[in-house]
């Protein structure tokens, strides 16, 4: 690699206003030596951070650098040219300026699959990030509702959804980059789920992460079942986190789930293959929104995980983990295990659901472990997800 050519193409250096070319010309050697020591090329540095003197990143500056990892771009710089880092595929974390201007074609083409962009909110950096489908830190509250139902005193009494409710708010507390503020209720009514719902996430702005979690009862279509024996319907479901503003994630432990996400009543009524019900995921819960509302998804803004297809049942049983043992759902179990927490012994774990190994639990992958793994428990509960094979987003992230 020819490094004079890199370094042409890497920045330029603002001197605008300084009157001493002697200055000027010391800025730059600066620069230069800092871009020697940080980024040295052919020894393979992890991290880069972008000297102070630097405002614009050349096309393809870094382009196949693939051991790097971090890149700290400062503020003062307005300008990413195309390619800059594309091909660098060990790079998870990239922190733009609120100075930043432009942003060129492909600048993160084929980089790190879990690429964590850093911004301020209201950026440029920010808008481009979400526009552009990779997750985003924009000054992010991360705010999660997790709620269990035991039914107590009815004939349809649970044991797990207590325990389902405290594993997932221990596993979304321990995150680091995604720190939840978590709010755990259980035996809501139906219109306590919906009046919780708003109150938790009232504050959330267009960056943040709102997650609702759900463990008790369903009824066919998807309908969550307050302590009450009240319903709320996937329509009133989507009605109230409609006013919620930013990403929104919805993961369901109970019967018939799969009611949320699949295309309608029909298909349960049909008793299509399961691969049918599978692409005809914008349905009850999101065929209700139309054209108008897919183009929301597509941008991003809801998550969901149904521990069952809409005709199944999703079980609850006692799980052993070494010598300690608790009822809990199995989808639950595996969903928090696969993301660092064993929900039977509450302690951490290995994050079992990070495929290859870079230390990120992504959606999809958060999915796949959990659906495994409750599978292998009970052969008639297959989970569904939305959207299919979503890698880019992690709102499991330590």
């Not at 790190?112 to 509250?141: I, P, R, Y």
């Amino acid at each position: 690699m020819d490094i004079r050519k890199k370094f042409a193409g890497i920045a330029r250096i603002s001197c605008g206003g300084i009157r001493d070319w002697k200055e000027t010309l010391i800025r730059s050697i600066l620069a230069v030596l800092a871009l020697l020591q940080i980024c040295a090329w052919d020894v393979k540095a992890e991290t880069v951070m972008i000297p102070a003197e630097i405002t614009e990143i050349h096309e393809e500056a870094f382009a196949g650098c693939t051991s790097v990892e971090s890149v700290y771009i400062p503020e003062g710089v307005t300008r990413i040219g195309a390619g800059a880092f594309a091909g660098c595929t060990a790079l998870r974390e990239i922190q733009f300026p609120h100075t930043l201007e432009e942003i060129g074609e492909d600048a993160l083409k084929e980089c790190g699959e879990c690429l964590l962009v850093t911004c301020t909110s209201g950026s440029m950096a920010a808008s481009w990030a979400a526009a552009n489908g990779f997750d985003w830190n924009a000054d992010t509250v991360c705010r999660a509702l997790s709620i269990g139902q035991t039914y107590t005193q009815t004939s349809y009494a649970l044991v797990g959804p207590v325990n389902d409710m405290h594993a997932v708010a221990f596993c979304l507390r321990r995150m680091n980059v995604n720190n939840y503020m978590v709010t755990e209720k259980t035996n809501l009514t139906a219109q306590e789920i919906l009046d919780t719902i708003r109150t938790t996430f009232a504050d959330a702005g267009e960056n943040d992460i709102s997650l609702l979690y759900f463990s008790g009862h369903g009824e066919m279509g998807g309908a969550l079942l307050g302590s009450d024996l009240a319903t709320v319907s996937p329509q009133e479901l989507r009605n109230c986190l409609n006013s919620v503003p930013g990403r929104k994630v919805v993961i369901v432990d109970a019967c018939y789930s799969g009611g949320l996400l699949e295309e309608d009543e029909v298909s349960v009524a049909e008793n299509i293959s399961q691969e049918d019900e599978k692409a005809a995921f914008l349905s009850d819960f999101l065929h209700a929104f139309t054209i108008r509302s897919r183009a929301l998804y597509e941008t991003g803004k809801y998550f969901i995980m149904a521990s069952c297809c809409a005709a199944e049942k999703s079980e609850e049983a006692y799980i052993k983990s070494g010598s300690a043992g608790r009822y809990m759902g199995y989808f639950t179990y595996a969903l928090c295990e696969g993301c660092g927490w064993n929900g039977v012994t509450y302690r951490e774990c290995e994050m079992l659901a990070d495929q290859n190994g870079d230390g990120v639990s992504t959606f999809a992958e958060a999915y796949s472990y959990a659906y495994d793994w409750a599978l292998s428990e009970n052969n008639g509960q297959h989970a569904v997800v939305y959207p299919e094979d979503c890698r880019w987003f992690s709102p499991f992230r330590k």
